[in-house]
């Protein structure tokens, strides 16, 4: 099992087009955009191997959600943009996260149980 979550701050700078918010002394990053209305708030600890996406629509939460033990997040380049993809370790289930920022918010946690 990792210990550390895998990540390039570069790749997500690019990604966020910001810098991280926060303190990453204790491995904390987080990131904010808003589009139509919408924040997203995506953040992770590279020690404790969390993530977190916090959707706020018209200054009302409307999704919190976590995932633990993740091993790695990579942007990938797709036909229109690029996506944010972390991938978890988890033995019954394919989990991953999923995140598309332009030209709008998009974010699927996505667990397929392995058969």
Not at 45 to 50: E, G, I, P, R, T
Not at 83 to 99: A, C, G, I
């Amino acid at each position: 099992m990792k210990t550390t979550l895998d990540f390039d701050e570069l790749e997500l700078l690019k990604f966020f087009s910001t810098e991280p918010y926060g303190e990453h002394s204790d491995g904390l990053f987080y990131y904010k955009v808003a589009r139509d209305g919408i924040e997203l708030t995506f953040s992770f600890n590279y020690l404790d191997q969390s993530v977190q996406t916090r959707l706020v629509h018209n200054e009302n939460e409307v999704d919190c959600s976590v995932g633990e033990n993740a091993i790695g997040i990579k942007i990938i380049d797709l036909k229109q943009g690029k996506k944010l993809s972390v991938e978890f370790e988890s033995k019954e289930f394919d989990f991953r996260l999923e995140v598309k920022i332009d030209p709008k918010i998009n974010v699927n946690w996505i667990m397929l149980r392995d058969l």
